[in-house]
């Protein structure tokens, strides 16, 4: 079992930046890969982006792609996900999400441990 804690959300003015990072621990030592997804009031979780934990390969939304970038730090055991030029739109409750097993699907089913959430707030 993977547990992690997101941190980093808050309230921020349109065009301005947040960074999110989100903390593993237990057994990371399976981590294949993380991702960052996000939920909006009365819409289904999205996916947002994604990292392997050991290459360098990134997946992003296109809503987010140019905006956001993902990246971590295997020493840290964690992962963040810097997000600039933010928008109203992307207000939402912000997950991290980890996948112990080989695939680069970002079906939310395929993650297998997930954090409590971080709000963020874009005001406009």
């Known amino acids: 079992q993977v547990h992690l804690v997101e941190s980093g959300g808050g309230l921020v003015q349109a065009g301005g930046s947040l960074r999110l990072s989100c903390a593993a621990s237990?057994?990371?030592?399976?981590?294949?890969?993380m991702g960052w997804f996000r939920q909006a009031p009365g819409k289904e979780r999205e996916f947002v982006a994604a990292?392997?934990?050991?290459?360098?390969?990134?997946t992003y939304a296109d809503s987010v792609k140019g905006r956001f970038t993902i990246s971590r730090d295997n020493a840290k055991n964690t992962v963040y996900l810097q997000m600039n030029s933010l928008k109203p739109e992307d207000t939402a409750v912000y997950y991290c999400?980890?996948?112990?097993?080989?695939?680069?699907?970002?079906?939310?089913?395929?993650?297998?441990?997930w954090g409590q959430g971080t709000q963020v707030t874009v005001s406009s």
């Open positions: 990292i392997i934990w050991y290459g360098s390969s990134t």
């Open positions: 999400a980890v996948r112990t097993h080989p695939g680069y699907s970002i079906d939310s089913r395929t993650f297998d441990s």
């Open positions: 237990g057994r990371t030592f399976s981590l294949y890969a």
